[in-house]
């Protein structure tokens, strides 16, 4: 007959009160609902409370395994990307990276879940009955998701999607809808196709992402689907490290710290501490300020068609940029303004037709601009890029300043 050895607890010593704390240890402490307690959320599909979520991406939770089923023809779109959403100190959630990630990475591509057109002066007019309509078309799923972006009550926000639309002039629909409209305006991101603004779409990923004034990545549209959103990495992103965006366009890019303050408190009521603002910014704003400065005066010597002036302007610009690394975004840009520039002197002076020797020098280098404006666009694979700079090659090509096999200048 085999004897049958039982495992006993591994202290040494037999007793009733040993015995009870070591069931205790495996039936309850190693219990997995209690492992997680302190780090429960809501059903991304049903809103209950729960402690699971994805476990290849650790984005989105579920309460039982249907939830997870329903909502895989939504979330295997984002499923794959290389980033998880969690808190972000002093800021709500956030993105992070679960990887490193090389400078043209892809981070996330998503359409929008609301999306209204522009009118023909660009500008996006929505009603309330314009917004009501829209958001009462959204099944359950997507009302809830734009709730929590308002920061709703997640819970009973929930209980309430799908049945206060239906109440017609009821309190709760009013403020169901009001919260989803709040959400929208504040998250809410523009969107441009070739240089001209089409309409703004709310992205729910997307607006998870945090403000930086030196950011990580940046926002692009793709060329087929100009109302989807795709973000790429445009420097060295550790992994760990959050995924940071600009909330501010370009034509406020090389304001003054305490401007950019100024103006993120008025738009989305947060005082920026971002890397830059919260650093020795007094030397960064002084050379955004030269930057800005030489931005205004290069139309000015463009229009007494003084080439030399325009030029000058432009390539200090560039050795500026050059040597601000929070900057150096706007590099590509700056390099094919100074070419531009370049290409037009010399068609009205002549490769030799300048008094200055390095003037002469730096119109017969203009291609060295073009060439390394091509290869920051090319590294970075955003579209925006590519099309802004493709959009020159074409305007100097129809003037006929780049002769014959201009064309073969654009970006593919």
Known sequence: MRQTTKTLPPFGWHSSTVHLLYFLYRKVLLCPKVCFVFSMANCTVCGKQTTKKCGKCSNAWYCRTECQRSDWKNHKKVCKYPFEIKESEGKGLGLFATRDLQIGDLVLCEDPILYFECGRTEVVLISHKKFKEAYGKLGREKRYQILVLAGANLEAAYSDVGLNLTRSGSSSEDEEWRQAMGAF????????????????????????????????????????????????????????????????????????????????????????????????????????????????????????????????????????????????????????????????????????????????????????????????????????????????????????????????????
């Open 185 to 412: 305006s504040r998250n809410r991101i523009s969107v441009n196709y070739e240089g001209k603004k089409v309409g703004s779409g709310l992205y729910i990923t997307i607006s998870r992402m945090n403000h930086s004034c030196s950011p990580n990545t940046e926002c692009s549209y793709l060329k087929d689907k100009r109302k989807s959103k795709e973000v790429r990495a445009i420097r060295k992103i550790n992994n760990g490290e959050e995924l940071l965006g600009d909330y501010m366009t370009d034509e406020t890019s090389f304001l003054t710290t305490s401007q950019r303050r100024e103006q993120l408190m008025q738009t989305w009521k947060f005082h920026c501490e971002c890397s830059l603002c919260s650093s020795d910014y007094e030397a960064n704003d002084k050379m955004r300020q030269r930057v800005k400065k030489l931005y205004d005066v290069i139309p000015i010597f463009q229009a007494r068609e003084d080439v030399e002036g325009a030029a000058n302007a432009a390539l200090e610009r560039c050795k500026i940029i050059e040597k601000c690394e929070d900057m150096n975004r706007y590099l590509p840009g700056a390099y094919l303004e100074l070419y531009n520039i370049l290409v037009m002197a010399a068609m009205y002076k002549g490769d030799f037709g300048f008094n200055d020797a390095l003037m002469a020098n730096l119109v017969k280098q203009r291609e060295e601009y073009r060439e390394k404006a091509y290869y920051l666009n090319k590294r970075t694979k955003l579209t925006t890029r590519k099309d802004q700079h493709n959009k020159m090659i074409r305007q100097l090509a129809m003037m006929g300043c780049l002769g014959p096999g201009g064309s073969n200048k654009l970006m593919q």
